[in-house]
C-alpha cells in the first residue's frame, strides 16, 4: 500500500521584501487576509488533506510566527468570561495539537530547494507535502486534497498547476508536458523562470506539492540552478531523468498571488466577498466606487 501524505513543510523564510515596510516587523505571513494570517490559510487547506505534523521552515525574525500558533489561555478565559462564544470557537479552531508543528532554521538564504532540504531528517523516507503560503487557493474542495486524493491513485511526485499567460512564463516554474489524463498532465520536463520565448508551455507550477523522498535525494547533490539559488523545480525535473512519474495536477479553485501586493489585494475583496457578514456592505461599495471610475472616463 502507499504511503499517506501526513506531513508538510511550509518554506516561510523569506523576507517578504515586496511588503516593506509592513515586513519590517511582521512575517509576511502573518499578514491578514480580512481577519486570519495567510499561513493560517495554508494550515486549515493542509488539515483538510489529512496532514498531522507540520514543518516551518524559518529564519530570524519569524517570531511572531511561533507565537501566533501556540495557545492563548488568557485570552481564551476572557472571551469565556464574557460569553463571547462564537469568538472563543474561531479562536480554539487555530489551537494546534502539542509536538504536531516543528521549526527549522534555514541559515543562509540558499532557495526554496534548499529550504525543503533543511527539513530533510524531519520528513526521513515519506512522501510529503509542500505548501508556499503565499499562493493561497480559493475552492470548494481545498486543492491539497484535491492532490492528495489524485496521488492516491498515481503516487510518483506531484506539482499544482495552472496556465499562465506566457508572457508570466519568467515568474513560475514551467511543465514541459507529454500526457494529458482529464486534470492530471504527465510531465517530461520542468524549467524554472525560464524566459518567455524558451518556456516549453504556458502550464505553471503553483505553490502546491506531493513529493517522493527520493526529491530530497536529489537536492543532496543540486548546485544552484536558476537566479543562483538552489531550485526545488530543478530537483522534481531530476526525477524525470531518473525514470520517475512526475505529474501536473490541474486543481480546481482560484489562486491569488499574495505574494504581489495586486494579489493580495485582490484576495482581501474575494475572500471578504466570501463572507457572509461583509458582503453586502462590500459589494456595495466596489459598485459605488466602480460607477465613479466609469464617469471619470
Ligand atoms: C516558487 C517556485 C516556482 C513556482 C512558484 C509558484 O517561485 O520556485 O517554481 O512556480 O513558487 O508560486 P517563487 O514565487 O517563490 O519565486
Not at 531528517?121 to 508556499?132: Q, Y
Not at 499562465?164 to 513560475?172: N, Q, R
Not at 495536477?249 to 475583496?269: H, I, N, P
Amino acid at each position: 500500500m502507499r504511503k499517506k501524505v501526513t506531513k508538510a513543510i511550509f518554506p516561510v523564510a523569506g523576507m517578504g521584501t515586496r511588503f516593506l515596510p509592513a515586513t519590517k516587523s511582521v512575517p509576511k505571513e502573518i499578514m491578514t487576509l480580512v481577519d486570519r494570517p495567510l499561513i493560517q490559510y495554508a494550515i486549515d487547506e493542509a488539515r483538510a488533506a489529512g496532514i498531522k505534523e507540520f514543518i516551518f521552515v524559518t529564519s530570524r525574525g519569524k517570531g511572531a510566527l511561533e507565537d501566533y500558533f501556540d495557545h492563548a489561555p488568557q485570552l481564551e478565559q476572557e472571551l469565556r468570561k464574557k460569553g463571547k462564544t462564537k469568538l472563543l470557537k474561531t479562536l480554539q479552531s487555530t489551537n494546534m495539537d502539542s509536538g504536531a508543528i516543528a521549526y527549522i532554521r534555514q541559515h543562509k538564504a540558499l532557495g526554496l530547494g534548499h529550504a525543503v532540504w533543511c527539513a530533510r531528517r524531519l520528513i526521513g523516507n515519506e512522501p510529503f507535502a509542500v505548501m508556499l503560503p503565499d499562493d493561497v487557493i480559493a475552492a470548494e474542495k481545498p486543492c491539497l486534497q484535491q492532490m492528495v486524493e489524485a496521488y492516491n491513485e498515481t503516487g510518483g511526485s506531484m506539482v499544482a498547476a495552472m496556465e499562465v499567460e506566457p508572457s508570466k512564463a519568467s515568474s513560475y516554474g514551467i511543465l514541459d508536458t507529454c500526457e494529458e489524463r482529464g486534470d492530471l498532465v504527465k510531465v517530461k520536463g520542468m524549467v524554472e523562470k525560464p524566459n518567455a520565448e524558451d518556456a516549453p508551455s504556458n502550464l505553471a507550477v503553483i505553490g502546491r506539492y506531493i513529493l517522493t523522498p527520493t526529491v530530497l535525494q536529489n537536492l543532496n547533490k543540486l548546485k544552484s540552478g536558476s537566479g543562483g539559488e538552489i531550485q526545488l523545480t530543478d530537483a522534481i525535473a531530476q526525477e524525470i531523468a531518473q525514470d520517475r512519474d512526475v505529474y501536473g495536477y490541474r486543481f480546481r479553485g482560484q489562486r491569488f498571488d499574495c505574494g504581489s501586493k495586486s494579489g493580495f489585494l485582490q484576495a482581501t475583496v474575494a475572500f471578504g466577498l466570501a463572507r457572509e457578514e461583509l458582503r453586502d456592505d462590500l459589494s456595495a461599495y466596489l459598485q459605488s466606487i466602480s460607477q465613479i471610475d466609469r464617469a471619470a472616463q
